[in-house]
């Protein structure tokens, strides 16, 4: 373990309002990722970034957003838009190009209020 | 669209007799298979890929294409093998499928 952390662990939130997530990697990997993780559907991508500065949509993006201003750092923001967020979320990092092995996170869990 | 399925949500065996995960996909080009451990209280991490051919804590799994599956075999169930199992395939990002938890009885 080690070399990506997420902070908090748990967080709680009232509807109506942003919430931010936090995914740190000192793997000097330039591929990063965020996932949700609900029971009984899996892990399911919801953003990933190639290179700095670079993101793209995952499969369930609605009302999400992300940066990658640093190598290290990825935030997910969850945002009111987000009909259902209440979930287990998941970063993980890789180095870029054709597959490479994926490291996770320990995983924050959102629950909203 | 790529897919795939795991059809057991839950699968409980004994200690000491075989495992079989299932894992089916539907992928129109070559595919790239990975299978991922949870282990309690862990993180989620890389168990074993097919392109590799390798045995990991006993575990095996091999791509059949006419059947599109790739299903993990173990022949001795330990106790330590108990954990959530995930299968995955890579086209530019990983889809998983939605998990097998595996309970070993002692």
């Known amino acids: 373990d080690g070399g990506i952390t997420q902070s908090p662990k748990y967080l709680f939130r009232k509807e109506g309002q942003n919430v931010t997530l936090s995914c740190e990697q000192n793997?000097?990997?330039?591929?990063m990722y965020w996932y949700r993780q609900d029971p009984g559907q899996g892990l399911r991508l919801i953003y990933y970034?190639?290179?700095?500065?670079?993101?793209q949509k995952g499969d369930i993006a609605e009302g999400y957003s992300v940066s990658r201003e640093k190598k290290e750092s990825f935030p997910l923001t969850v945002t009111s838009a987000q009909k259902n967020p209440t979930a287990f979320y998941l970063c993980?990092?890789?180095?870029?190009?054709?597959?490479?092995?994926?490291?996770f996170g320990p995983g924050t869990r959102l629950t909203v209020l | 669209a790529q897919r795939v399925t795991q059809p057991e949500k839950l699968l409980s065996v004994f200690k000491g007799a075989p495992v079989e995960l299932k894992c089916n996909y539907s992928?129109?080009?070559?595919?790239?298979l990975f299978w991922y451990v949870q282990y309690s209280r862990q993180r989620l991490q890389l168990l074993l890929r097919?392109?590799s051919r390798e045995s990991i804590k006993g575990f095996t799994a091999d791509l059949n294409k006419g059947e599109t599956s790739f299903h993990l075999k173990k022949p001795f169930a330990q106790e330590e093998d108990s954990a959530m199992y995930y299968c995955a395939l890579w086209n530019e990002k990983l889809t998983f499928g939605t998990g097998t938890r595996l309970t070993i009885i002692p």
């Open positions: 993980a990092s890789s180095h870029s190009g054709s597959y490479n092995e994926q490291f």
């Open positions: 097919h392109i």
């Open positions: 793997l000097n990997h330039d591929a």
């Open positions: 970034s190639q290179i700095v500065n670079d993101f």
């Open positions: 992928y129109s080009g070559s595919p790239e």
